[in-house]
């Protein structure tokens, strides 16, 4: 969890490897069904242009599928759901079905200024979904993927008006989730200032102080 542009799918991209774990981005396949055109990207495309949650309904279901899915079985870094009480209460049944709970939730934080910087110089890779920024994590080449190739393009929603109506929602959208996690004693408020690494650094830091180790093979559930 944590605010638009601090880092999670960077930080998620670092750890899924290094864990074992399914990384699941409901922004990243809200993006994808947009780019097929499929009937949920039509039906999210207007809300997402608008910088507004997805509604439930649309969400829940898609990532689910996900989670419970056998690519899921060894566990999933979930990255930016769950986004409201109701993802939450889903998810939570959901993983109860198999006998799995959420083992940890990360919560980045980083100054406004930090936020709007990051989001204004973020640019994406469409097909491979890899994350760069203009200044802090440049592309080899200007403007094309150092993984696949193709071209560097912002984000619709990093556009000024956009991402401010983003960064001005998510105290109000999440406080009921920090809530929610802190009361459920798995919430671990992570510093996402500094260098991407650093930032890793911290993360597995907490994620070893859970108990939790760094092979994959205990952390078997669900960390978000
Ligand atoms: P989503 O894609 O999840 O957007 P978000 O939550 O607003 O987060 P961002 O992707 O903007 O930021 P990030 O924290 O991942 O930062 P990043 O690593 O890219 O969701 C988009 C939309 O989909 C939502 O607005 C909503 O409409 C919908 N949606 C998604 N989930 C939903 C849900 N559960 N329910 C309903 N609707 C939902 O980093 C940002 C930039 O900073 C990059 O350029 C990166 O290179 C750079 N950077 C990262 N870390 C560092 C560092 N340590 N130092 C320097 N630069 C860094």
Redesign the pocket.
Same mark, same amino acid.
């Given at each position: 969890m944590?605010p638009?542009? !601090?880092?999670?799918? &960077?930080?998620a991209a670092r750890l899924k490897d290094r864990l074992g774990l399914l990384h699941i981005?409901? +922004?990243?396949v809200?993006r994808w069904h947009i780019a097929e055109r499929s009937p949920l990207g039509l039906a999210a495309h207007a809300?997402?242009h608008r910088?507004?949650?997805?509604p439930?309904e649309l !969400?829940t279901q898609m &990532?689910l599928s996900h989670v419970l899915s056998p690519d899921g079985a060894h566990g999933v870094l979930l990255? +930016?759901?769950?986004?409201?009480t109701g993802?939450a209460h889903a998810l939570d049944a959901a993983l109860a079905t198999r006998g799995r709970a959420i083992d940890a939730v990360f919560y980045?934080t980083a100054p406004a200024e930090m936020l709007i910087q990051?989001?204004a110089?973020?640019?994406i890779c469409l097909d491979c979904r890899a994350?760069?920024?203009l200044e802090?994590?440049p592309a080899r080449v200007s403007d094309v993927c150092d993984g696949c190739g193709e071209r560097l393009l912002p984000r619709n929603?990093d556009s000024r008006h956009t991402a401010w109506r983003?960064l001005t929602a998510h105290p109000g959208q999440t406080r009921p989730l920090v809530d929610r996690y802190t009361h459920a004693g798995v919430l671990h408020r992570i510093d996402?200032r500094?260098?991407?690494a650093e930032?890793t650094a911290r993360l597995l830091t907490a994620l070893h102080a859970t108990g939790l180790g760094e092979s994959g093979k205990e952390v078997r559930r669900a960390t978000g």
């Open positions: 944590g638009p542009g !601090v880092g999670k799918s &960077t930080q981005s409901t +922004g990243d809200l809300y997402m910088g507004e949650l997805v439930d !969400v &990532t990255d +930016g759901f769950p986004g409201t993802q980045l990051r989001l110089g973020r640019r994350t760069y920024h802090t994590m929603d983003r996402g500094g260098a991407a930032v």
